[in-house]
């Protein structure tokens, strides 16, 4: 048997042939290609083609593909020029790689499938691309696999915003209840960014959404007023309890900050390593973790009153506890926080107060992103993994590979 024709088995390059192979010196196995049907020419962008060239050039272009049995595999295929009406003139398309790629479409495939599986630097080495061609994988990926029909019968959202990057950079992300998936991103937290969701659905999937989750503050709610007027705004307890969350560690740095300035660095010590024992959930401490909150318990003082407050407030949503009583509770729990003589407790408790309704309204729909946990978790671990792109869009493009509605499955995975 040829070598042309065994590759042409093994390889299986969808519309093509293969022609000619050279094994080269110890780089990239060459394989070059053309097409099966070769008088027409394809627009890559959409489904055009004609018989008419727009110049008698052929250029060479190269396409990475898959590594055979451990090297480099090489494509190369000479290419003419069309004129698309809609297009203008662009280079003719191939059935095996996407628009404007140097990868071949399996190649993309196999790429995009680990990068929300695996960490940067395995990935980089493992495909053997730079880590910023990765971002450009992942947005040539989503972009053909993401389709409006995901914004079809949304009915409960949660939005939310996430640092993709250092400095302040932010993703809004809006996503659907029902499924835990993200359905929708944009560089952005404002009340604009959010605009931009509502005008992407439409009038008729816009209606057809009866309650938006969120955090307290201003941005989102204007935006849901303003285009979704029918939408009942709810403050998840996610984010009500963040607010808790929140006040404890500005409260346990003002403190630290003071004692470090103190002559006696005894009581600087004390409260070293105290940040993570506060914040974690107690069943979630390790025993070293533990004998410092005992520390803290003994000393008493406002810290662990403070602590206290995050943890009550905590426990009244975790029980099964009807609508009444919870925001029965929560009203208590803000005169606690009120006169707790903790500024940012006061501070969080006003908010609070301000919010009841919204609150209510997540606490008798169910609406929390409590039960979206898990995709939380898996943002957070997707946007760490994303620092180092270049662009928002990259990072939002990983982002909806790994939680958004998108099924990539490795190359011949059935
Ligand atoms: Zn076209």
């Given amino acids: 048997m040829r070598a042309t024709t065994l590759l042409n088995r093994v390889l299986n390059l ?11 010196a110890g780089g990239p196995l ?13 627009c890559p962008h959409c489904s055009y083609s004609t018989m008419a060239g727009y110049d008698t050039r052929w250029a060479e272009s190269t396409w990475r593909h898959l590594d055979f049995s451990g090297r480099v595999l090489v494509l190369t295929m000479l290419r003419r020029r069309l004129v698309c009406p809609s297009h203008g003139v662009v280079v003719q398309g191939v059935p095996f790689a996407r628009p404007g790629s140097r990868f071949s479409t399996e190649f993309e495939d196999m790429t995009a499938w680990l990068v929300t599986r695996a960490d940067k630097t395995t990935v980089s080495q493992f495909a053997r691309i730079a880590w910023r061609t990765v971002g450009a994988i992942c947005e040539r990926v989503v972009a053909e ?6 914004f079809e019968g949304l009915v409960n959202i949660g ?3 996430i640092s993709w ?4 950079r932010y993703l809004t992300l809006v996503s659907d209840h029902a499924t835990s998936k993200i359905v929708w991103g944009a560089p952005g937290k404002n009340a604009a960014t959010l605009d931009g969701f509502f005008k992407e659905i439409g009038p008729v999937n816009t209606t057809a959404i009866e309650a938006v989750s969120m955090d307290m503050g201003p941005a989102f709610a204007k935006s849901v007023t303003t285009n979704a007027p029918g939408a009942v705004i709810c403050y998840d307890p996610f984010h009500v309890i963040q607010l808790a969350t929140n006040a404890l560690e500005a409260f346990r740095r003002s403190i630290w900050q003071r004692t470090r300035e103190l002559p006696d660095q005894d009581i600087a010590k004390k409260f070293k390593g105290t ?12 025993e070293k973790q533990q004998v410092t909150l005992a520390g803290l318990e003994r000393t008493g003082g406002l810290l662990w009153d403070a602590y206290q407050l995050k943890e009550s407030l905590r426990e009244v949503f975790a029980g099964d506890l009807n609508p009444d009583d919870v925001m ?19 501070r969080a408790a006003a908010t609070i107060r301000s919010h009841t309704q919204g609150i209510h309204a997540a606490v008798t729909r169910k609406l929390s992103n409590g039960r979206h946990e898990g995709l939380n978790n898996k ?21 909806m590979l790994a939680c958004g509605p998108v099924e990539i499955k490795l190359p011949y995975q059935t």
């Fill in 275 to 286: 940040r993570w024992v506060l914040l974690k959930n107690p069943q979630n401490l390790t």
């Fill in 145 to 150: 696999q993401l389709d409006e029909s995901r």
């Fill in 159 to 161: 939005v939310d915003e």
């Fill in 328 to 346: 029965e509770m929560i009203t208590t729990w803000c005169d606690l926080a009120a006169n707790s003589n903790i500024r940012e407790f006061a």
């Fill in 14 to 24: 969808t519309g093509v042939r293969v022609v000619d192979v050279d094994p080269g």
């Fill in 379 to 399: 943002i957070r671990t997707m946007t760490r993994r994303s620092y180092g792109f270049h662009t928002p869009e990259a990072a939002l493009a990983l982002i």
């Fill in 165 to 168: 990057r250092k400095h302040h």
């Fill in 30 to 42: 060459l394989v070059r290609v053309a097409l099966k049907a070769r008088k027409r020419l394809d």
